[in-house]
């Protein structure tokens, strides 16, 4: 096994990485878990490859695509959002539900007695796109070369001396029956050979947003007052807490989950089936802790996109126009906190259409006193604002109650 996952771990380039995956069984104290349908439950935890303890008694994997270490923000996951290259074709099924490819592979390998996998390592250069994979791959399962259910761009695949947990498989271990690892494609030379045209490429992947915890959860923060809390975050950022349901728990272990990024809750005992986020928020609420609601929360959304939109510099055809909105907005409210002493100060003589200084007890004309405005308003804002006498008369007349007087009732 170790040739040819080391082979597989030095497809992957610079700064990105394959994935194993195990698969295992969801037991729930001592007794294994299952569907609606009676099919077993399974949990698939990735690994990095140098943490990856390969064995030949368990379901082991590799991932088809090549995942940019970067981005596991929140722990490991082999989903879409974490790569954007794929390094594997693996077409299924060969030998039982799906017909031989004309093109021979890097590697055949047995899942179960008849039933085969063909890989195909793609040129580094060549790695193929998400979008551009997906296309030929279910072109390739329309034709008849793969399973139509296995058109995922970040696929699991078997390896040999994997386990196979189906039912009636008989735990049957992958064997690898031809490995050419000198062979290396082009997803063209691929779609040619198998004569399959590739529909239009999808390009409409999402990014995930990763929030992380800033600490400052109330509700966390109530729990570990209370002394409810019993383990740190985990890579995935759930924390150990006391389940409200524990006395109810027949392990003896008091343990739920509570993450709060998302404020969510989770028990996996058997008597906790009910214990979803939003009772346990109630619960919360009821024991005098915080009144909150489930989902991610808004002080962490907000900070996010507050970073993201700080980074976005305005152009020509986008300007920033909220922000120049702002400016303005804040320029006049200044504007107005400096016109209020001027109000205090200045009187409009209506028959001379002069200013009275209240304060030097002097009469000065309009022109000398728009100019005396300006000079302050440009000293104090740096530009100017609409003239001063349009300002005034508006705004002695209203509710800052700037003096008026007619020229026979000012004392000079």
């Given at each position: 096994?170790?040739?040819?996952?080391?082979?597989?771990?030095?497809?992957?380039?610079?700064?990105?990485?394959?994935?194993?995956?195990?698969?295992?069984?969801?037991?729930?104290?001592g007794v294994p878990l299952t569907h609606k349908d009676g099919s077993p439950k399974y949990t698939w935890i990735p690994y990095l490859p140098h943490r990856a303890r390969l064995s030949d008694e368990a379901a082991w994997y590799a991932n088809t695509g090549c995942f940019i270490a970067e981005r596991f923000k929140e722990g490991l996951s082999a989903s879409a959002a974490n790569c954007e290259m794929v390094a594997f074709m693996v077409l299924d099924d060969i030998g039982t539900k799906s017909k031989a490819p004309p093109i021979e592979p890097t590697w055949k390998l047995e899942t179960s007695p008849g039933n085969y996998q063909w890989g195909y390592t793609f040129?580094?250069?060549?790695?193929?796109?998400?979008?551009?994979?997906?296309?030929?791959?279910?072109?390739?399962?329309e034709a008849g070369f793969t399973d139509p259910g296995a058109?995922?761009?970040?696929r699991n695949f078997r390896i040999p001396d994997s386990v196979n947990l189906k039912e009636g498989r008989d735990n049957f271990k992958a064997v690898l029956t031809e490995f050419h690892p000198e062979r290396e494609f082009t997803l063209t030379q691929i779609v040619i050979a198998c004569g399959v045209t590739p529909g239009p490429v999808d390009t409409a992947y999402i990014r995930g947003v990763y929030l992380e915890d800033d600490g400052l959860d109330t509700v966390l923060e109530w729990l570990r007052e209370r002394g409810l809390l019993l383990d740190p975050a985990n890579g995935e950022g759930w924390y150990g807490v006391v389940c409200p349901n524990h006395a109810a728990h027949t392990t003896g272990d008091p343990s739920g989950r509570y993450n709060p990024?998302?404020?969510?809750?989770?028990?996996?005992?058997?008597?906790?089936?009910?214990?979803?986020?939003?009772?346990?928020?109630?619960?919360?609420?009821?024991?005098?802790?915080?009144?909150?609601?489930?989902?991610?929360r808004d002080d962490l959304l907000a900070k996010k996109f507050g970073d993201a939109l700080s980074k976005i510099t305005p152009t020509e055809e986008f300007p920033n126009e909220a922000a120049?909105?702002?400016?303005?907005?804040?320029?006049?409210?200044?504007?107005?906190?400096?016109?209020?002493?001027?109000?205090?100060?200045?009187?409009y003589v209506v028959d001379d259409d002069a200013y009275f200084d209240l304060v030097e007890r002097q009469e000065?004309?309009?022109t000398a006193f728009n100019a005396l405005y300006r000079q302050h308003i440009v000293r104090e804002?740096?530009?100017?604002?609409?003239?001063?006498?349009?300002?005034?008369?508006?705004?002695?007349?209203?509710?800052?109650?700037?003096?008026?007087?007619?020229?026979?009732?000012v004392s000079r």
């Open positions: 096994m170790s040739s040819f996952t080391d082979y597989l771990t030095s497809i992957a380039p610079e700064r990105e990485t394959i994935l194993f995956v195990r698969q295992k069984p969801v037991v729930r104290n040129a580094l250069d060549d790695q193929p796109t998400k979008g551009e994979f997906s296309a030929a791959i279910k072109a390739n399962a058109v995922n761009p970040v990024v998302s404020r969510s809750y989770t028990c996996f005992h058997g008597h906790c089936d009910e214990w979803d986020s939003e009772r346990f928020l109630r619960w919360v609420e009821a024991e005098g802790g915080p009144k909150t609601g489930y989902g991610l120049e909105v702002i400016q303005e907005v804040e320029r006049r409210e200044l504007g107005r906190v400096e016109k209020a002493g001027w109000y205090e100060r200045f009187a000065i004309t309009r804002n740096s530009e100017l604002l609409p003239q001063a006498e349009q300002l005034l008369s508006i705004e002695q007349q209203g509710e800052l109650g700037a003096r008026m007087a007619a020229r026979r009732g």
